[in-house]
């Protein structure tokens, strides 16, 4: 398993969210996103549509990233990349 956490570096839109699903269903791994809003825990599975659709990523929001499974690597990295290097 891998972990990683970071912090949003810019908002993301439906839209993008849902790419992001379609882009993380290449990989065989698990991939979770773990944050709190308000007070409330929430833990998405990227490569759920509707999953992804409830995620309240705004600038800012720290995450925690996890992968697991037998391409883990590539997929933290991908979604690292994804969250830190969005402009």
């Known amino acids: 398993m891998r972990v990683h956490r970071l912090t949003i570096a810019n908002d993301f839109g439906i839209e ?3 790419r992001m699903s379609q882009e993380a269903g ?5 991939i979770l996103i773990e944050y ?3 007070g409330t825990s929430f833990k998405i599975d990227v490569k759920s549509v509707l999953g992804t659709m409830l995620l309240a990523l ?3 929001t720290d995450i925690l ?3 697991k499974g037998k391409d883990e690597e590539e997929a933290i ?3 690292s990349e994804t969250f830190e290097n969005r402009t």
């Open 16 to 18: 993008e969210l849902q």
């Open 58 to 60: 705004r600038r800012g």
């Open 26 to 30: 290449k990989f065989s791994a698990d």
């Open 36 to 38: 709190e809003e308000e």
């Open 77 to 79: 990295h991908w979604l």
């Open 65 to 67: 990233l996890r992968t």
